[in-house]
C-alpha cells in the first residue's frame, strides 16, 4: 500500500489588480440620510492615510444639475483596524440637499500603502 498525503501550503494572499472604494454608507443614492451621519468608505486594500485626506475625499452639496453648490469641509480618520476611512462633516448636512462624495485618483489622489492610485470614485446621497 501507498499513502500519499498532501500538505495544505499557506500562500500570501494576492494584491488586488487595483485599488478601490468597494463599499459606502450611506449606500450610493440614499434619499433618508440624516443631518448628523458620517460617511463610511471601504476599500479592497488598505488606504495609506498620509495620501487618502480630505484633500482628496471631499463632500459636496450639489444642485439637480449636478453642479457643486458648496462644500462640506470633512475630516477623514482611519475607521478601525479594517480598510475603511471614516469621512465625517465638520458641520452637520443641510436638510433638503443632495450631496456628492468624491475620491479623487491619479498620481496625486488618494493611494494604498502599495501606492497604487485607487480608482476614482462617486457616491451621492440626499438628506430629506
Request: charged share 25%; with cysteine.
Amino acid at each position: 500500500r501507498m499513502i500519499v498525503a498532501l500538505l495544505a501550503c499557506e500562500e500570501e494572499p494576492e494584491a488586488p489588480p487595483h485599488f478601490a472604494v468597494i463599499g459606502v454608507q450611506p449606500e450610493d443614492g440614499a434619499a433618508d440620510v440624516v443631518e448628523v451621519t458620517p460617511v463610511f468608505l471601504r476599500f479592497n486594500a488598505t488606504p495609506d492615510t498620509e495620501r487618502c485626506t480630505a484633500d482628496f475625499i471631499e463632500i459636496n452639496a450639489i444642485r439637480a444639475d449636478g453642479t457643486v453648490a458648496f462644500a462640506a469641509p470633512a475630516e477623514v480618520s482611519r475607521d478601525g483596524e479594517y480598510d475603511n476611512l471614516k469621512v465625517a462633516s465638520v458641520e452637520p448636512f443641510m436638510a433638503g440637499w443632495a450631496y456628492a462624495v468624491t475620491v479623487q485618483g491619479g498620481e496625486d489622489g488618494c493611494a494604498d500603502v502599495d501606492g497604487r492610485p485607487v480608482t476614482p470614485f462617486l457616491s451621492t446621497f440626499e438628506v430629506p
